[in-house]
């Protein structure tokens, strides 16, 4: 299984980036869909998911009503639609697959996904 994440880069405060996550799994619908970030110096955290068929989206409260996350299953494809950008929104993003539902892990503090991608970094300047 590989997951590619891809679409960062440097943007402005204010400025908006898509980031994509190719998933190289055969049944990818099968997987609930996340997206963490880590910030220099900080540890790895929630930012956002979605569930297998894209009904449940959950968001950390930082980010909501700024992020959206969707997925394509016919693409095997989740994004992470970044409007608003902020500086504290630099860090290196990563997309996770997970075969059981993320919000009640991400809720008990645990971030042990089934999968992990590599990640794609964002940088925000003010």
């Known amino acids: 299984v590989q997951l590619q994440a891809s679409g960062g880069g440097l943007v402005q405060a204010g400025g908006s980036l898509r980031l994509s996550c190719a998933a190289s799994?055969?049944?990818?619908?099968?997987?609930?869909m996340g997206w963490f970030r880590q910030a220099p110096g900080s540890e790895r955290e929630f930012v956002a998911s979605?569930?297998?068929?894209?009904?449940?989206?959950y968001y950390a409260d930082s980010v909501e009503g700024r992020f959206t996350i969707s997925r394509d299953n016919a693409k095997n494809t989740v994004y992470l639609q970044m409007n608003s950008l902020r500086p504290d929104d630099t860090a290196v993003y990563y997309c996770?697959?997970?075969?059981?539902?993320?919000?009640?892990?991400?809720?008990?503090?645990?971030?042990?996904?089934?999968?992990w991608g590599k990640g794609t970094l964002v940088t925000v300047s003010s």
């Open positions: 979605i569930s297998w068929g894209g009904g449940s989206t």
């Open positions: 799994i055969r049944t990818f619908s099968d997987y609930a």
């Open positions: 996770a697959a997970n075969r059981y539902p993320i919000p009640p892990l991400v809720a008990a503090g645990r971030l042990d996904m089934d999968y």
